[in-house]
């Protein structure tokens, strides 16, 4: 969970011009063309809303409205779509995976606000967030519950803090992270994703690397040696991926809880 900084969003006017000069039917470009103005109202409610998104209610379309919008994103222009395409590198130069779960590559789409519920955003550039296909399945069409969003949106949303802590068990080379904040919208987010078992599959491999890396390299058993090894990748894996990451938080983990002692001492 990572709020993504770098921001070039394609712009509303730029996408319903170029899905409206598209190969679709005369019949949808007129039908769209006479919704423009309520569409570009829905748009600027979703802004003035954009971090609190849990305000913007489905609107009273009609089925054929939804359908043709919804058709916008499966049939999107191929200008348009190379745009988008753009856009989300821009996003995610340097961080090159899942802003969600920060494990897997970002190779899909997210409509933050599902276009089965929201059509008139499906092709909105803010509502589309790139993320990975484990996380947009486990999403799906989820948002809300009692009143309350159930996701972190990497675009609006910050990341306030220490959310997860991970023990460590170097005997059986396992990792095991928990939840610090039970009670937020982060929590809700790392239950939904599945994020914890996933960081105790990859952080297991982590830890077995750094084992690996003692036991194949005997300079790194020099204490300051490997404390400053630590310390390099404790670094770059916090400035790159922030202090939730699963490695961050095993290279910290090592680093101050008195377990290098315990590492270098195993044979």
Known sequence: MIKLRKKNFVSFKKSFDSICASGKSPTVINSLAGQRNEIEARVLKYLNNRRAL????????????SVELKSCYDGMPSDLKFQLELSHKYFL???????????????????????????????????LIPCCANCNRRKGRQFLKDGRRLFFNPYFDSVPGRILDVELSLARET????????????????????IIERYNDKGAGVLSEIIYLLNDYP????????????????NKSKSRYGINHYTSLIYEKLLLSGLVGQVLQDP
Do not use: Q, W
Request: hydrophobic share 35%; charged share 30%; glycine share 2%.
């Open 54 to 65: 849990e305000n913007v209610f489905p609107a009273a379309l009609s089925p054929d409205i």
């Open 93 to 127: 130069r340097g961080l090159h995976v899942c802003p969600y779960c920060l494990i897997s590559e970002a190779d899909t789409k997210d409509h933050y606000l599902p276009k089965e519920d929201f059509p008139e955003f499906s092709f909105l550039s803010y509502n």
């Open 175 to 194: 990792v095991s992270f928990h939840l610090v904040e039970k009670d937020s919208l982060l929590a809700s987010h790392v239950e939904k994703l599945n």
């Open 219 to 234: 300079s790194m058993r020099d204490e300051e040696e490997f404390v400053n090894h630590m310390d390099v990748e404790y």
